[in-house]
């Protein structure tokens, strides 16, 4: 255990036994705010190199005011959003042996790309959306890989994979049903298998203040194939596009329902 993550286990535990009340709340983000602020600090580097990839994508949606100015308005507040989170998680940006990486990782930079293109996802027009989709698949197959390669595996790294592939993929789903290249019902049903596995790492974090045990996870990256596969293939308005949307969304949940399963077996154990 990092000793990052032993202090938030310790800040959990505080806010579990003060009931979650909201002056709970109130100290326990004053606490996360206040090691954020200090993290900072100790990593200058790294918190430039966040401003400058900040700055870089307020320029991009810059450039999109004059053809959408309320797109850019969104994807601008959004970026802002994206960075603020980073920044309050920037002491993540560690090994899983607490080893801190003094800068942000090209891996880590592919998956920000993704997160910021979200706000576009939802309005843009098929072809758009598949030549995103593409590009954006592409990239999250390769982050893995090139941060092990290039020794660039952070703990901020993992989770910031996951949520740059779910907003991805829950925007798309949107974005196709709008269209109506697949029924809402079936967006839905991947907007529910992109969500849950957040809502019970989240519980898991607040109700036992660690999270959820690796050792019985299930992988659902087949799942995750066949969805982003058949969110591309309708996109581009070829068949078969549906039912690998639900089968991809399906297997997702059964994914997390075998995980959750492995883990209630094992937690007496440990």
């Known amino acids: 255990m990092t000793q990052g993550e032993a202090w938030a286990r310790e800040r959990l535990r505080e806010l579990r036994t003060d009931g979650y009340r909201a002056r709970a709340w109130l100290r326990f983000l004053a606490s996360s705010f206040e090691r954020a602020r200090r993290t900072r600090r100790q990593r200058r580097r790294e918190h430039r190199q966040v401003l400058l990839v900040g700055a870089t994508g307020l320029a991009v949606w810059a450039a999109v005011l004059s053809l959408r ?18 920044h309050w998680h920037l002491g993540m940006l560690e090994d899983e042996h607490g080893w801190p990486l003094d800068r942000l990782g090209l891996s880590n930079l592919l998956s920000l790309a993704r997160a910021a293109v979200v706000p576009v996802l939802p309005v843009a027009s098929p072809m758009l959306l598949a030549a995103i989709l593409i590009p954006a698949g ?9 941060a092990r390669r290039r020794q660039e595996e952070t703990r901020l790294g993992l989770w910031l994979d996951g949520a740059a592939d779910t907003l991805a993929l829950s925007a798309a789903a949107v974005g196709a049903a709008r269209h109506g290249l697949v029924p809402w019902w079936a967006a839905t049903l991947v907007l529910g298998r992109q969500a849950l596995p957040w809502l019970a790492v989240t519980l898991a974090y ?21 969805l982003f596969t ?24 059964a994914t997390l329902t075998a995980t959750l399963v492995r883990a209630r077996r094992l937690r007496p154990a440990a």
């Open 69 to 86: 100015p309320w797109l850019a308005l969104a994807g601008a507040l959004w970026w802002l959003l994206a960075i603020a989170m980073l």
């Open 138 to 146: 592409l990239t999250d197959g390769i982050d893995g890989p090139l």
């Open 206 to 226: 607040f109700i036992h203040a660690a999270p959820p045990s690796r050792a019985g996870f299930v992988s659902g990256k087949p799942a995750g194939l066949l």
């Open 230 to 253: 058949g969110l591309v293939l309708s996109a581009l308005r070829l068949p078969a596009a549906v039912p690998l949307v639900v089968l991809g969304a399906l297997g997702g949940l």
